[in-house]
Structures are given as C-alpha cells and as structure tokens.
C-alpha cells in the first residue's frame, strides 16, 4: 500500500491539484470558510472526482499537526523522489542553458521550502541537494514553498561532489557561496550560461568535496555588523543576481 502524508496551505494544496491531481486521494476543508480561494480548491477537487469533506478546526488541526494549514489539507500519496538519471534527463531535455540551485545539506525545512520558492520564481530548472543529511520535501517545505515544490523538480543524489563533476562534464559552471580569500563578489562574476549556484549549510557552509568541485567561489559583500546572512536570503541574493543578469543577456 503507497504511503501518504498530509499537505496543507490553500497554495500548496491548489498547486498539487492543479499539477499533481493523481496523487491527492481526498480534500478536508475548515467547515466555517467559504471565500474565492477556497472555492477555486474546491473547484478543482470537483474537476478530478475527489471527495470534499468539511471538518471542524480542531480535525484539520490535527491532520496538519498543527501547522498552518489555512482552512485546507489534502491526503496524498508521496512522491517518488527524482534521482540522478532524472536529472540526466532534465539536462538532455534543456533547450536552453541550464540554471540549477544546489544546496549542500541544508536541513531546516522552512529554510528548503524558501529556497524552492525563491529558485521557482526565478526560473531555476531544478533543484539539487543530497539524500542524507538534508531536509526531504515534507508537508512543512511544501507549505512554506507555497506551491513551488509541486512544480519545481528537486532531486536527490546519493554523493553531491560527484553529481556536481557530471554537472561540470556537461558544461554547467558550478559558482559555489563561501566566505574565503579567493572568493570573489559575487557581482563581479558571470553569472549567465549554462550555471549551477551551490549554496552551504546553515552555518558550516559548504563541505570540503564540494568546495572543491566548483568552478568559482562568490561571496555576497556585506557592510553592516553581521557577518552573515540566512541560508535562505542568501540564496535568494545569489538566484536574482544571476536572474537580473541572465534577462539582460538575452
């Protein structure tokens, strides 16, 4: 029997209907909401022949585990995870150059769930990070993802360091995020072409053999106190340089 796991947030959930539909088994909405978002859910779970039952707050509280669930939870099979050859097959499929976001070990899901929303609305291809050690796509990414996890591929690999010497075999330039003399602004770098964009930990930053697999290193110039930022908003400073210099180029 296929596992299932509860999604929940009005984008989420609609997003998972509007993409994903053959994998939600039935919706619960909050019994005491009725407004255009809603409905549009509602709508949807219609067009696919799911069940619709209204529940109280307290039962969408606990199919949520208390999280955020905004009057909406889905019940859904789990995704089979995207693999190595499935990222093979994004790159073959590229018609134009590949723009990829990797994330080696981040393991806070609100941290995942907004690099995957920010990677969406740049026009990230995929997103990479390793099987282990790393926050998988769970009911607490996707929510905070609002709605792009269920559109933007995110693979697992089983060792990071080789997948990004394969990356680099298909001439995608690896810029890795670190705060080292040879680091360069990451302004100052081209950020256009085949690119991927590899961002460390929360707080360790990059491991050893993945710094060592990229091409160039970048650091984001800082002029406050801090010393550092958020794994999440740096990523997100990172994708838009190379977002900001990617439209220009065309």
Known sequence: M?????????HTVQ??????????????ILNSRD?????????LAKQHGLAVQAVNRDKLDQLAFNGQHQGVVARARVATALNEDDLKDLLASLTV????????????????GACLRTAESVGVHGVIAPRDKSANLTP???????GAAEVLPFFQVTNLARTLKQLA??????????L????????????????????GAEGTGMRRLTREHCDSLA????????????????TGVALYEAFRQRAKAL
């Open 2 to 10: 296929a596992k299932t796991e509860n999604i929940y947030g009005l």
């Open 15 to 28: 997003a998972l209907l509007t993409h994903h539909p053959e994998q939600v088994l039935d919706v619960f």
């Open 35 to 43: 407004d255009e978002r809603l409905q549009a859910i509602l709508e």
């Open 97 to 112: 150059p590949p723009f990829l976001l990797v994330l080696d070990n981040i393991t806070d899901p609100h941290n995942l």
């Open 140 to 146: 607490v990414v996707r929510k905070t993802a609002s």
């Open 169 to 178: 075999d298909a001439g995608v330039w690896c810029v890795g995020t670190a």
């Open 180 to 199: 080292t003399p040879e680091a360069k602004p990451i302004y100052d770098l081209n950020l256009t072409g085949a690119l991927a964009i590899v961002m």
């Open 219 to 234: 650091y984001i110039p800082m002029q406050g106190s801090v010393q550092s930022l958020n794994v999440s908003v740096a």
